[in-house]
Antibody, heavy 120, light 107 residues
């Protein structure tokens, strides 16, 4: 069974870059699934799609964040990464690694989520 | 962007009640509609995909219908483990968007 586990710093200073890694176990990024990506949830708010990468390598980002996001995949490590530059307090959220793995066009696999706080 | 509007935003119900949650899209999304359940401290879980397909392992008391702009999620007989927040999500176009959520709690 495919599982996702996020890792990264829980505290980032304003204007710095938020970097998170998602390790995939129980399956291969390069040979399974439709796309891999990230979703976040601000405290007390709804879910916000950040972006994803298809197995083909094509990436799609939320335009509201597009200039600051990079999603990449390391197939040798079976990891997905997220980089978000120039963070502000508005980027404080729980960040989820997600996959459309067994179901096309739906997020059927979620990581547990990691809380990231932007504060000096 | 396609706006997803859920109603109600919260509801209280008894165990055994039939519960219906509505999700409306700001433009047609065909059947590109998914439902998720989220419990406190846990990641969301996919319940329904493509508007009406039950995800593997999800109890059959969860059903969903709709196409175009209007969708409903129904829990036929609410169980204690169903008290959670439910979200709809459209996968018709980028950016993917979610409804604001419906919190179901115990009456």
């Amino acid at each position: 069974q495919v599982q996702l586990q996020e890792s990264g710093p829980g505290l980032v200073k304003p204007s710095q870059t938020l970097s998170l890694t998602c390790t995939v176990s129980g399956g291969s990024i390069s040979s399974g699934g439709y796309y891999w990506g990230w979703i976040r949830q601000h405290p007390g708010k709804g879910l916000e799609w950040i972006g994803y990468m298809y197995n083909s390598g094509s990436t799609f980002y939320n335009a509201s964040l597009k200039s600051r996001i990079t999603i990449s995949v390391d197939t040798s490590e079976n990891q997905i990464s997220l980089k978000l530059t120039s963070v502000t307090a508005a980027d404080t959220a729980v960040y989820y690694c997600v996959s459309s793995y067994g179901v096309k066009d739906a997020f059927d696999i979620w990581g547990q989520g990691t809380m990231v706080t932007v504060s000096s | 962007d396609i706006q997803m509007t859920q109603s109600p935003s919260s509801l209280s119900a008894f165990v055994g009640d039939r519960v219906t949650i509505t999700c409306r899209a700001s433009q047609t999304i065909s059947t590109y509609l998914n439902w998720y359940q989220r419990k406190p401290g846990k990641a969301p879980k996919l319940l329904i995909y493509a508007a009406s397909s039950l995800q593997s392992g999800v109890p059959s008391r969860f059903t969903s219908s709709g196409s175009g702009t209007d969708f409903t999620l129904t829990i036929s007989s609410l169980q204690p483990e169903d008290f959670a927040t439910y979200y709809c999500q459209q996968s018709y176009s980028i950016p993917l968007t979610f409804g604001g959520g419906t919190k179901v709690d115990i009456k």
